[in-house]
């Protein structure tokens, strides 16, 4: 048996990313063993949804409907309870839709 570590980032498109950050969403570390940091800057305040899904479409964790500044944002999650595998971070907005994939291995 191997282990394949896929690292994708899927992203909408330049042009909603230029819209509406100055700072597109990343994580790190990738692929992670627990923690999982999400930073981002927009470009002006927004309200907007940002949620993790597994490979089944399934939301684990969700933060909807929040009014986002443009101060830089950091936010550290806890994946460690997570099993091995790829999952999605997806923003909305009204503006736009993007989604970063990450990978979470023990």
Same mark, same amino acid.
């Given at each position: 048996?191997?282990?394949?570590?896929?690292?994708? %980032?899927?992203?909408?498109?330049? *042009?909603?990313?230029?819209?509406?950050?100055?700072?597109?969403?990343?994580?790190? !570390?990738?692929?992670?063993? @627990?923690?999982? #940091?999400?930073?981002? #800057?927009? $470009? $002006?305040?927004?309200? @907007?949804?940002?949620?993790?899904? %597994? /490979?089944? @479409?399934?939301?684990?964790? &969700?933060?909807? /409907?929040?009014?986002?500044?443009?101060? !830089?944002?950091?936010?550290?999650?806890?994946?460690? *309870?997570?099993?091995? @595998?790829?999952?999605?971070?997806?923003?909305?907005? &009204? /503006?736009? *839709?993007?989604?970063?994939?990450?990978? &979470?291995?023990?």
């Amino acid at each position: 048996d191997s282990i394949v570590y896929i690292y994708v %980032d899927v992203l909408t498109s330049n *042009k909603e990313l230029s819209f509406e950050f100055i700072q597109p969403i990343s994580v790190s !570390p990738n692929p992670t063993i @627990g923690n999982l #940091q999400v930073s981002f #800057q927009l $470009k $002006k305040a927004s309200f @907007g949804n940002l949620y993790i899904t %597994d /490979n089944l @479409g399934r939301t684990l964790w &969700k933060c909807e /409907n929040y009014d986002w500044n443009t101060s !830089p944002q950091l936010i550290n999650l806890d994946v460690s *309870k997570y099993p091995s @595998g790829v999952y999605q971070l997806h923003w909305q907005s &009204k /503006n736009s *839709k993007n989604v970063v994939s990450w990978v &979470k291995v023990d």
